[in-house]
């Protein structure tokens, strides 16, 4: 078990300070801040498999395992909570049809992309550790990294107008609900909003009888999880691997951004040096979670929240979130109640959850001060988007590249040979780097 500094007096962080990674406060306190990591977390990571028709408490267990996993292997010095990864949703739910997955086949089958995407990852991050980072910047630049994220959030939203129009009005309160709790709320309350909706719109929906409680009463307190092993020796499961590649961009892209944000929060350059670290551990967790049905995993904003309201950047802490998944996921009873959860909830939830998740990307722009003058980057990504919106593919018999990938090929391809012919040519329209900054960023002149 790590051992850990105590930080003062073991129970405040004076203005100004931050409790460290490798510090802590004392233990109740510590206790009661991996709490609320599990608070911040379980919003999210629940609704992952059950969008995707994944076990929640198979999910909830490696999302606590790959947690402990993060923090051996980051040597106890990177603060993070892995949860269940959005940017498998698209790639999972095509399996049939944009909807959740029904039968343990489709399941299996789902599981070898989240396997070969974790090894990949992996596999980047021993390069990383070895080579440094450099080369992923210019390989995946703030351009073409922002419309990858995007466009698979976009991608998604035929799916959230699916569940939404089952339900309508349920789906309306929980969307007004999320709305209004990310406004009304500063600090932890307002960064789960999405969290506090769920609750809003499951509490109207039993009150207006649209929740079926059956086998609640029936299922076990505490019981195993429900496993299923990737069907690696299926045929068919691997011409659905190419739709998940490019979502290696996305968890490298988040991660990156996790140690960078963590290293400038704490004021320790020395944390960048844990990129590579970071990003074998979240592949080895999603290999693990893949290997035996559970949702595969990434590092989580909304835990970086929770770091940043209380200035506590403590692994003691994650290592009782960890634990506190892992307990949760032998109780069969929680599993079943998530899986009750209306269709009209998610429907409202995810109208706003994969609209942030193009949110994301456009704040990789924003943040990077992306020049969308020059040609080359509008058309990288006006074209990616079409393409992911309108639901492009192209079939060859039974095997077929979806958006996603169409979409990720684009923005790859016309950025980069854009480039290279504009400045060959000197017209003027490749990528000129980050436009110089007019004036304070962000809010009105002071």
């Keep these: 078990m790590p051992v850990w500094k105590i930080h003062g007096d073991g129970r405040t962080v004076a203005p100004g300070n931050v409790v ?38 198979t ?63 992996a596999g980047i991050g021993f390069l990383v550790q070895a080579v440094g980072v450099q080369w992923i910047d210019r390989f995946m630049p703030p351009v073409v990294a922002g419309s990858i994220v995007a466009l698979i959030g976009f991608n998604l939203a035929p799916a959230a107008w699916n569940n939404f129009t089952l339900q309508p009005e349920l789906a309306s309160v929980t969307l007004i609900a999320v709305i209004l709790f990310s406004v009304l709320f500063r600090g932890f309350l307002g960064r789960i909003s999405i969290f506090l909706g769920v609750i809003v719109g499951y ?10 409680f059956d086998g609640i009463e029936e299922a ?12 690696v020796a299926d045929p068919a499961a691997w011409l659905y691997v190419p739709m998940f590649l490019p979502v290696v961009l996305v968890l490298i892209a988040e991660n990156v951004g996790h140690v960078r944000g963590v290293a400038t929060m704490t004021n320790d350059p020395s944390i960048n040096k844990h990129t590579g670290r970071a990003l074998v551990a979240d592949g080895l967790a999603t290999t693990l979670a893949g290997g035996f049905g559970g949702s595969a995993t ?18 003691a802490a994650y290592w009782v979130a960890g634990v506190a998944a892992i307990l949760l996921a032998f109780s069969p009873k929680v599993g079943v109640i998530f ?32 020049d969308f003058s020059r040609p080359v980057n509008q058309y990288t990504v006006a074209v990616s988007f079409v393409i992911a919106v309108g639901g492009f593919a192209m079939n060859w018999g039974a095997f077929q590249l979806g958006a996603i990938v169409l979409g990720t090929v684009a923005a790859l391809l016309i950025y980069h040979l854009g480039n290279a012919i504009a400045r060959a040519r000197k017209t003027g329209a490749a990528d000129g780097g980050p436009i110089p900054a007019v004036g304070p960023l962000g809010g009105d002149p002071e």
Excluded: C
């Design 20 to 57: 460290r990674p490798e510090e802590r406060l004392n233990w109740p306190a510590t206790f009661a801040i991996g709490a609320q990591h599990v608070v911040a977390m379980f919003g999210a990571t629940f609704l992952v498999p059950i969008i995707t028709g994944f076990p929640v408490s």
């Design 59 to 121: 999910t909830l267990l490696f999302s606590g395992i790959g947690t402990l996993l993060f923090l051996l292997l980051t040597r106890n010095r990177l603060p993070s909570y892995l949860g269940s990864s959005f940017a498998f949703l698209a790639p999972i739910t095509a399996i049939n049809a944009g909807q959740a997955l029904e039968t343990p086949q489709q399941i299996t089958q789902a599981l070898v992309g989240v396997i070969v995407v974790g090894v990949l990852l």
């Design 203 to 212: 509490v109207v929906a039993i009150f207006t009888n649209q929740v079926k």
């Design 220 to 231: 076990a307190w505490i019981g195993l999880p429900e496993f299923h092993l990737a069907a």
């Design 298 to 315: 990434t590092t989580y904003g909304e835990n970086i929240g929770v770091m940043a309201a209380t200035r506590v950047y403590s692994t």
């Design 339 to 370: 899986n009750s959860i209306p269709a009209g909830v998610l429907g409202g939830v995810t109208t706003a959850l994969y609209g942030l998740i193009g949110v994301i990307g456009i704040k990789i722009w924003v943040d990077n001060r992306v």
